[in-house]
């Protein structure tokens, strides 16, 4: 039985952990800003709007969220989005993320955003922009924390239909360039094979842009090798069902492509029963650049801080692993090699520093 004495010491243990988790310079490149929306943000917009929500309260509204798998989460995340109209909407959903971010040490984040869900309800594509780069840039001001928007395509949708959002977005590239570096793929993959997205991709690479796409998630591992051989991508988001295909998770260990692992997102929508069964530590330990991120915090249970954790505690992850991942995030990152040199020295002074205070 355990003694009030144990229950304390564990207590503490537990603070210093969360402690070191969040002293360690990290980025996150996996973050969807329309997933960061809390229940309570999300009823005050509503109220703000005059938009009406099938729920009573916020208690309803987070009893809804007991997912099955990806498409039942998207029902859910495509209407909450519905309550975003204004800039300030925009503004003030990011900056709850940035404030959040800013508590758990990430000192830069790449946020991708789905400009489709809010151009197909009559939302100005400005608007949604302006809000969230505002925030981004008032986070740059106060703390330094630097950030990219990855403008994601819905793959739902038809290629011709991200063809004009790109064509829409992009007289807004003088105005938000800095930010908007990036171009994504996302929404239900089952189905909707990056094939699909050939040509917009192509004309997104020629006009200079970075490449990411969600792939084996919920669909195959034939679906990353396609990322990777028609959509020409840097980075792959999830890409979890690569351990399925051996000849494919050698070219990611050997080519260090990176993969942005959302693990409390994975368990939620099912892509693997128990976080023991989860496979982000095997194939950190098998050499691959994994990166940890939160996905849709607010539907999923946990910021980035909390996906460690749960790393920690049921995974075995050791503190060398957690340093590992952090560096990881930085290279990976879009930044510049003079930004993440300056980054990953932030880290190792930060552990210098806590080496000689254990000691
Ligand atoms: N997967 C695919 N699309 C998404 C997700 C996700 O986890 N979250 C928001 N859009
Ligand atoms: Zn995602």
Same mark, same amino acid.
């Given at each position: 039985?355990?003694?009030?004495?144990?229950?304390?010491?564990?207590?503490?243990?537990?603070?210093?952990?969360?402690?070191?988790?969040?002293? *360690?310079? +990290? !980025?996150?490149?996996?973050?969807?800003?329309? &997933?960061? =929306?809390?229940?309570?943000?999300?009823?005050?917009? $509503? @109220?703000?709007?005059?938009?009406?929500?099938?729920?009573?309260?916020?208690?309803?509204?987070?009893?809804?969220?007991?997912?099955?798998?990806?498409?039942?989460?998207?029902?859910?995340?495509?209407?909450?989005?519905?309550?975003?109209?204004?800039?300030?909407?925009?503004?003030?959903?990011?900056?709850?993320?940035?404030?959040?971010?800013?508590?758990?040490?990430?000192?830069?984040?790449?946020?991708?955003?789905?400009?489709?869900?809010?151009?197909?309800?009559?939302?100005?594509?400005?608007?949604?922009?302006?809000?969230?780069?505002?925030?981004?840039?008032?986070?740059?001001?106060?703390?330094?924390?630097?950030?990219?928007?990855?403008?994601?395509?819905?793959?739902?949708?038809?290629?011709?239909?991200?063809?004009?959002? *790109?064509? +829409? !977005?992009?007289?807004?590239?003088?105005?938000? &360039?800095? =930010?908007?570096?990036?171009?994504?793929?996302?929404? $239900? @993959?089952?189905?909707?094979?990056?094939?699909?997205?050939?040509?917009?991709?192509?004309?997104?690479?020629?006009?200079?842009?970075?490449?990411?796409?969600?792939?084996?998630?919920?669909?195959?591992?034939?679906?990353?090798?396609?990322?990777?051989?028609?959509?020409?991508?840097?980075?792959?988001?999830?890409?979890?069902?690569?351990?399925?295909?051996?000849?494919?998770?050698?070219?990611?260990?050997?080519?260090?492509?990176?993969?942005?692992?959302?693990?409390?997102?994975?368990?939620?929508?099912?892509?693997?029963?128990?976080?023991?069964?989860?496979?982000?530590?095997?194939?950190?330990?098998?050499?691959?650049?994994?990166?940890?991120?939160?996905?849709?915090?607010?539907?999923?249970?946990?910021?980035?801080?909390?996906?460690?954790?749960?790393?920690?505690?049921?995974?075995?992850?050791?503190?060398?692993?957690?340093?590992?991942?952090?560096?990881?995030?930085?290279?990976?990152?879009?930044?510049?090699?003079?930004?993440?040199?300056?980054?990953?020295?932030?880290?190792?002074?930060?552990?210098?520093?806590?080496?000689?205070?254990?000691?």
């Amino acid at each position: 039985m355990k003694t009030p004495n144990d229950r304390t010491s564990q207590a503490s243990q537990q603070d210093e952990l969360v402690d070191f988790l969040r002293q *360690l310079p +990290k !980025a996150e490149l996996h973050v969807h800003i329309e &997933g960061t =929306l809390e229940p309570e943000l999300m009823f005050t917009l $509503a @109220e703000r709007n005059g938009v009406s929500l099938p729920y009573r309260n916020v208690a309803e509204l987070r009893a809804a969220y007991d997912f099955q798998d990806l498409g039942s989460f998207l029902e859910l995340y495509y209407a909450g989005a519905q309550v975003l109209i204004t800039k300030q909407d925009f503004y003030d959903m990011t900056w709850a993320y940035l404030q959040r971010a800013h508590e758990d040490g990430i000192v830069h984040t790449e946020i991708m955003f789905d400009p489709q869900t809010h151009t197909r309800r009559g939302i100005a594509l400005e608007t949604v922009f302006a809000g969230i780069a505002d925030a981004l840039r008032d986070a740059h001001r106060r703390w330094g924390l630097s950030s990219r928007m990855i403008l994601s395509f819905l793959r739902d949708l038809s290629e011709q239909d991200a063809f004009i959002t *790109l064509n +829409k !977005a992009l007289p807004l590239r003088q105005e938000y &360039g800095d =930010l908007w570096t990036a171009i994504g793929l996302d929404s $239900a @993959e089952l189905g909707n094979l990056p094939e699909k997205f050939v040509h917009v991709f192509a004309q997104c690479a020629h006009l200079g842009f970075r490449l990411v796409a969600h792939a084996g998630e919920e669909g195959p591992a034939e679906y990353v090798h396609n990322a990777l051989d028609v959509l020409h991508v840097e980075r792959i988001d999830h890409g979890v069902r690569s351990e399925e295909d051996p000849a494919l998770l050698h070219r990611i260990i050997d080519n260090r492509i990176p993969m942005t692992v959302c693990p409390l997102s994975n368990i939620r929508l099912g892509v693997f029963p128990s976080m023991a069964d989860h496979s982000v530590v095997r194939l950190l330990r098998r050499g691959a650049t994994v990166t940890l991120n939160s996905d849709d915090p607010a539907y999923f249970g946990g910021y980035l801080v909390d996906n460690f954790l749960a790393c920690v505690t049921e995974l075995g992850l050791t503190r060398d692993e957690c340093r590992q991942l952090a560096r990881n995030s930085i290279q990976a990152s879009f930044l510049p090699d003079d930004a993440k040199q300056a980054l990953l020295s932030a880290q190792t002074a930060e552990q210098a520093y806590q080496h000689n205070t254990v000691l």
